[in-house]
């Protein structure tokens, strides 16, 4: 098995690369368990910048095959926010309460529309480094309803559903469609095309 330190603390997060790199043949590490305990400034202003700054400190500290994300969800109504502040949208403290307020920002909105966006910064043992974009377009949902998976996911109904949150379809949903997904199959695209690992 190839390793891959996954440059994340978000539960979720390592979750879904775990059961989407494992199935490629890959070997999921998260920071935590390679014994790597920052959490990384993103002071950057682009899902790209931040990627990067998550990737590097965490290659900086170990020179192995390392994957960050950064991702995040887009209310067009709100003019796309929370985007690049979405794990941290108006300083509200828990995911349960960033629902409701966008819930509640929306009440009156006839524009629904949403996408989440995922780019991952891979950077290989010799400090090479690729970035690669994912979108999962949708719709926010007039109350949230699931349990699995984790952030947005109670709220959002992507276009690829049957009109349900992504939060009441099964993991497999999310492993196929998900921004997540997309930009995790560049990925493995250009490691097996270009023999990386
Ligand atoms: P790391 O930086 O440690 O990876 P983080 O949660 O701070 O964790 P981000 O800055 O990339 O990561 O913020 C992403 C946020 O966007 C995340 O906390 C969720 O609120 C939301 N999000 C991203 N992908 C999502 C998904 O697949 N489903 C639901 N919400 C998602």
């Not at 368990?33 to 990627?51: H, K, L, M, Q």
């Not at 629904?112 to 910064?121: E, H, L």
């Not at 709220?155 to 998900?178: L, R, V």
Request: charged fraction near 30%; hydrophobic fraction near 30%.
């Amino acid at each position: 098995m190839k390793d891959l330190i996954v440059a994340s603390n978000n539960k979720g997060k390592i979750k879904e690369y775990k059961e989407i790199l494992n199935k490629y043949g890959y070997n999921v590490i998260s920071q935590k368990e390679a014994g790597i305990n920052i959490d990384v400034d993103e002071t950057g202003t682009t899902f790209e910048e931040n990627a990067h700054l998550k990737a590097y400190a965490i290659y900086e500290l170990t020179h192995k095959n390392v994957i960050s994300d950064d991702s995040g969800l887009e209310v067009e109504a709100l003019n796309n926010e929370p985007g690049i502040y979405s794990a941290r949208y108006k300083g509200i403290e828990t995911e349960d309460e960033r629902n409701n307020y966008i819930l509640n920002a929306l009440k009156r909105k006839r524009n629904r529309k949403a996408k989440f966006n995922c780019v991952i910064c891979f950077i290989d043992e010799n400090g090479h480094e690729e970035l690669f974009k994912g979108i999962w377009n949708g719709v926010i949902a007039k109350e949230k309803s699931g349990t699995s998976g984790f952030g947005y996911d109670p709220i959002f109904i992507s276009e690829d559903g049957n009109g349900k949150t992504t939060a009441s379809m099964p993991i497999e949903f999310k492993e196929k469609y998900s921004h997540r997904a997309k930009a995790t199959k560049l990925l493995v695209d250009y490691l097996e095309n270009n023999n990386v690992l």
